[in-house]
C-alpha cells in the first residue's frame, strides 16, 4: 500500500517568513501526490497536486511544493507567510483500494501556526 | 461553500444508540467517499461509492454501513454506538473513481459526540 508520513505535528513561523510543511511518500511505481489544507471548523480544501512533469507544482493561494524523487518527499511551500495560513495541512498519495478505485491515503496532519 | 453537504452538521446521542449521517455531493460528481477524523487515528478512509454501487472498502466497522442513491446522495449509518466512534465524519465527492489523479471535494463534516 502507499502511504505518506508528515514527520511534523507542528510547524511555527513568523509571518512574512518563508515556510516549509514536510511530507515524505511510499509508493510502487510512480506517485500521484496531493496536498489539502484544514482550516478550523471547515472541510478539507484541495491546495496541489503532482502527477508528472515539472517537479515544482503550483497550487493555490500561492502555495507551492517541491517533488524530490530521490529524497521521495513532497514538501509544501510558501515564500511568505500569512497569519491567515494557519490551519491543518494533509499530504496525500493515491493509493489502489480493493475493488479497482483510486483512494487518496491522508497523512496525519500538521498544525501551521504563523505567527504575527 | 464547497457544493458538498452534510447534515447533521453536529450530534449528540448515547451509546447503544444508531444515527444516520447524510451526503449530498457536488453537482455532476458521481463519486462519494466517507471519511472518520480523529485525534488519535488521524483521517482514516471509510468506504466509496460510484453512481450506486460500493467500490472500495477501508476501515469501516461492521457496525457501520452506507449506501448511495439514485439521485446520487449518501447516507452512512452508525449502530450500537460507541465512545470512540465519537468523531468528525467527512463526506467527499469526485468526478469518477479511475486511475486519474481524482481531486476530492469536501463537505463541512458532521460531528457526531456518543456520551
Known amino acids: 500500500a502507499q502511504s505518506v508520513a508528515q514527520p511534523e505535528d507542528q510547524v511555527n513561523v513568523a509571518e512574512g517568513n518563508p515556510l516549509t510543511v514536510k511530507c515524505t511518500y511510499s509508493?510502487?511505481?510512480?506517485?500521484?501526490l496531493f496536498w489539502y489544507v484544514q482550516y478550523p471548523n471547515r472541510g478539507l480544501q484541495f491546495l496541489l497536486k503532482?502527477?508528472?512533469?515539472?517537479?515544482l507544482v503550483k497550487g493555490s493561494y500561492g502555495f507551492e511544493a517541491e517533488f524530490n524523487k530521490s529524497q521521495t518527499s513532497f514538501h509544501l511551500k510558501k515564500p511568505s507567510a500569512l497569519v491567515s495560513d494557519s490551519a491543518l495541512y494533509f499530504c496525500?498519495?493515491?493509493?489502489?483500494?480493493?475493488?479497482?478505485?483510486?483512494?487518496?491515503?491522508f497523512g496525519r496532519g500538521t498544525s501551521l501556526i504563523v505567527h504575527p | 461553500d464547497s457544493g458538498v453537504t452534510q447534515t447533521p452538521k453536529h450530534l449528540i446521542t448515547a451509546t447503544g444508540q444508531r444515527v444516520t449521517l447524510r451526503c449530498s455531493p457536488r453537482s455532476g460528481d458521481l463519486s462519494v467517499y466517507w471519511y472518520q477524523q480523529s485525534l488519535d487515528q488521524g483521517l482514516q478512509f471509510l468506504i466509496q461509492y460510484y453512481n450506486g454501487e460500493e467500490r472500495a472498502k477501508g476501515n469501516i466497522l461492521e457496525r457501520f454501513s452506507a449506501q448511495q442513491f439514485p439521485d446520487l446522495h449518501s447516507e452512512l449509518n452508525l449502530s450500537s454506538l460507541e465512545l470512540g466512534d465519537s468523531a468528525l465524519y467527512f463526506c467527499?465527492?469526485?468526478?469518477?473513481?479511475?486511475?486519474?489523479?481524482?481531486?476530492?471535494?469536501f463537505g463541512a463534516g458532521s460531528r457526531l459526540t456518543v456520551l
Open positions: 503532482y502527477i508528472t512533469g515539472d517537479n
Open positions: 467527499a465527492s469526485s468526478v469518477g473513481t479511475g486511475p486519474g489523479a481524482n481531486v476530492l471535494t
Open positions: 509508493v510502487s511505481g510512480n506517485p500521484y
Open positions: 496525500a498519495v493515491r493509493d489502489l483500494a480493493s475493488g479497482g478505485s483510486y483512494i487518496p491515503t
